[in-house]
């Protein structure tokens, strides 16, 4: 099964605008993004969805020194701008799955994104996996594939938010859909490295000052911040936006 991974990033955010070009030991936030991506070896294409707004002109031209594809599509409809951006990029190939990723999450693992293709590409007939179905990951290392179908479903009829989160009504209107969740343990969903506020770069920035500018393993991430509880703290009272607010 083809996979297309696509990325959606854009300067504009509520809590911590121009996040995704943050410059992070030596790379752009995104850079960091589509790193882990293409490192794990299990993406067929990978694209950048951005808006058409002015400000994001930027957004466009690091895909270009990336030497990634770029889109570019509405703003608040992120599931068009996800829809158009399959279109051009689609071979000779359809795509059969779509895996979804955000510029907000530098951190990764690209075996955990390998893992999740060769557990979608091994299940005949399901429509999404996600490792967020019942979260076992810290916040920001999750990772989502939504069939073609169940994404052209959610095309034609989600409305509200739901055109925001892309994702959010496969999941939430299941139908006849076959839903996959991936657990990993020990658990460690308290924890959380996405970045959406000033303190969430701070606890980000130290995990790249002290491991360097490579992927690092859940693990070994996992671990680290364990053994440092003054660093988990340092973001640990933000709380994620629900879906009908982000």
Same mark, same amino acid.
């Given at each position: 099964? #083809?996979?297309? =991974? ?18 992070? @030991? ?64 689609? /071979?000779?190939?359809? /795509? ?50 939504? =069939? ?14 739901? #055109? ?10 299941? @139908? ?35 491991? @360097? ?34």
């Amino acid at each position: 099964m #083809r996979i297309v =991974g696509i990325i959606q990033a854009r300067m504009g955010s509520t809590r911590l605008p121009g996040k995704v070009l943050r410059d992070l @030991g030596g790379r752009s936030v995104l850079g960091w993004v589509v790193r882990a991506a293409r490192e794990s070896r299990a993406l067929d294409d990978l694209v950048v969805a951005t808006t058409t707004q002015a400000a994001d002109d930027a957004v466009a031209a690091e895909c270009d020194r990336l030497g990634v594809a770029c889109h570019r599509g509405p703003v608040d409809d992120v599931l068009t701008r996800f829809m158009d951006a399959l279109a051009g990029r689609e /071979a000779e190939t359809e /795509a059969g799955a779509v895996m979804r990723f955000t510029a907000d999450c530098p951190l990764l693992d690209p075996v955990v994104i390998r893992e999740a293709a060769l557990v979608f590409r091994a299940v005949p007939g399901l429509d999404y996996l996600s490792t967020s179905l019942a979260r076992t990951l810290p916040r920001g290392l999750d990772v989502e594939i939504v =069939g073609r179908a169940a994404l052209e479903r959610a095309d034609a009829e989600a409305t509200g938010f739901h #055109r925001a989160h892309v994702t959010s009504y496969v999941y939430a209107h299941p @139908g006849e859909s076959r839903l996959l969740g991936l657990a990993y343990q020990p658990a460690a969903d308290d924890l959380r490295v996405t970045l959406d506020t000033d303190d969430d770069w701070r606890l980000i920035a130290r995990v790249v000052e002290e491991l @360097g500018d490579v992927c690092v393993p859940v693990r070994t991430l996992v671990g680290w911040l364990r053994a440092r509880p003054e660093v988990c703290e340092l973001n640990s009272h933000v709380r994620q936006k629900e879906l009908q607010d982000a």
